[in-house]
């Protein structure tokens, strides 16, 4: 369950028809990048990013606006979700859940939008500089409950669950006891109430002695 | 087919009714014959022409009669049929059937009707009919006329009744197989459904993004394909259509299963969070129950406390008894007294 890279690229809207104008016209322009190659060897690296860089252009051109769309690629699932223009791909292994990358993909979108505002529709170029919360939500979405609300609430609601089951469980348990515990003392009530009665006859029998 | 065979019924009781009348004119001419005279003959002829014609029309009537009542019958069959279409088993041949034959049916029977009328009124105009036979027939063409006209309007009814059905029908049917994708042209409008379902549960922040982006992406697409229309041309753009076209019906079933994953998520929730509720009901059930026996309990040891109570003071009463018994004194006294006296008498 782990995810590889998330980017955040312009897309046109304009550029999913094949028209060849401008020569980088075509191409989604990269805003946001973050990247966990750690996995890969050290000379590997450049590769693996490159490599991500050029995957991630081309489905983000293949999206078409206001759609969400998975690739296999190799050993990656590629999911990518654009919206008006603004397209966030995610790189992530077979295990991932689908739903848990797209709701994180919309997140990542809307916090864009939040620090971004519009500025991104006059990007010309690839955005160099690393945006923080996009290396964070790298790190911090590995965990896919953690992206996915519903995923987190079906969790939690699993965990109620169990301690539920327990709690039943020594419910029945401390009812068994409370059964036992009636059987004794009605045992005892039954015993003074013996000795009661003795104690009576001795006491008014055997006034000759 | 039973309705066929009662359509040529229908038809050869004709043959059979004109043999009939023709024996009862000849039985007419043989009583005729017997009474004698030309003049009388002459004047039978005339009231055997005019039986003759008042027979026809009795015939036509009473055929045109029949065939409304069988025409009724199987107007009351086709809306049995239609009342009773499942989902599954449609006899939609069988109704289609029914009702071409009950539409010829009426058709024949306004026609025979209106033939019927016409010879009443040629009657009218060359014989010297009385006027109690013309009001008669005329009753009798009214009286067929009305009876033809309900039923038509019982077959309009059955009709629209039918037409209800199958749209109920396809209605049903298109919300069992929902879940396939088979439609592709109109997973757009499907969607909506889908998301109305989605929000049932308290999750709203999540559906909302999707919700408003599938509602603008069903206009999108029809925008896109426009705007792809518009810009073709002749650049592969006619090919590239049916490929466009392929490719959203790919990623709206894409969509569909993405928008179906989060209610499924969503149901299981929901689910989740019934089980609990029943767990707790159950939870509270046994404590209660439980406490009850507490009760017993508590009662039982107050039980035993006040009978060991009660010995406790029947033991007090009897060590007091014991330790300060009077009667003890004097028997003691007394038992002294007697050593004393057997001491006294034995020593001295």
Known sequence: MKITALLVLKSDASASSSSSASAGGGDPLVLANATDVSHFGYFQRGAAKEFILFVARTVAKRTPPGQRQSVQHEEYKVHSYNRNGLCAVAFMDDHYPIRSAFSLLNKVLDEYQKAFGDSWKLAKSDATQPWPYLTDALTKFQDPAEADKLMKIQRDLDETKIILHKTIESVLERGERLDSLVEKSSDLSAASQMFYKQAKKTNQCCTVL | ?348
Not at chain 2, 131 to 155: G, Y
Not at chain 2, 203 to 226: G, V, Y
């Open chain 2, 1 to 348: 087919m039973a309705t066929r065979t009662a359509h040529s019924s229908y038809r050869d009781r004709t043959n059979e009714f004109r043999s009939a009348v023709e024996s009862a004119r000849k039985q007419l001419n043989v009583g005729a014959s017997s009474s004698g005279g030309s003049s009388a003959g002459s004047r039978l002829d005339g009231s055997k022409a005019v039986a003759s014609i008042q027979s026809e029309f009795n015939r036509r009537a009473s055929k045109i009669g029949l065939g409304i009542h069988q025409t009724s019958e199987k107007l009351a069959r086709l809306a049995k049929l239609a009342k009773r279409t499942s989902v599954f088993d449609d006899p939609t041949k069988d109704i289609q059937d029914l009702t071409a034959i009950i539409k010829k049916d009426i058709g024949a029977l306004s026609a025979a009707v209106a033939d019927l009328q016409h010879l009443c009124d040629s009657q009218n105009e060359t014989g010297n009919i009385s006027r109690d036979t013309t009001s008669h027939s005329t009753t009798v063409i009214d009286n067929l006329k009305n009876r033809l006209m309900s039923t038509t309007n019982e077959f309009k009814d059955v009709l629209t009744m039918r037409t209800e059905n199958m749209k109920v029908h396809e209605d049903r049917r298109k919300l069992f197989s929902a879940a396939a994708g088979k439609e592709p042209a109109n997973p757009f409008i499907r969607q909506r459904p889908l998301v109305n379902r989605g929000n049932s549960s308290d999750s709203a922040p999540p559906p909302a993004p999707w919700a408003t982006e599938s509602s603008e992406s069903a206009p999108l697409f029809p925008r896109s394909t426009l705007t792809n229309r518009k810009k073709g041309n002749g650049e592969a753009s006619s090919s590239s259509q049916p490929l466009m076209m392929q490719q959203q019906q790919q990623l709206a079933v894409h969509q569909d299963s993405y928008m179906q994953s989060r209610a499924e998520a969503l149901q299981n929730v929901e689910s989740t969070i019934h089980e609990l509720g029943n767990i707790f009901t159950q939870l509270a059930t046994m404590v209660s129950q439980q406490g009850e026996i507490a009760i017993r309990i508590d009662e039982n040891m107050d039980d035993t406390l006040a009978n060991v109570e009660g010995a406790q003071g029947q033991l007090l009463k009897y060590l007091n008894s014991i330790s300060s018994n009077r009667w003890l004194m004097i028997k003691i006294f007394f038992v002294l007294m007697v050593f004393l006296m057997i001491f006294l008498f034995f020593v001295a």
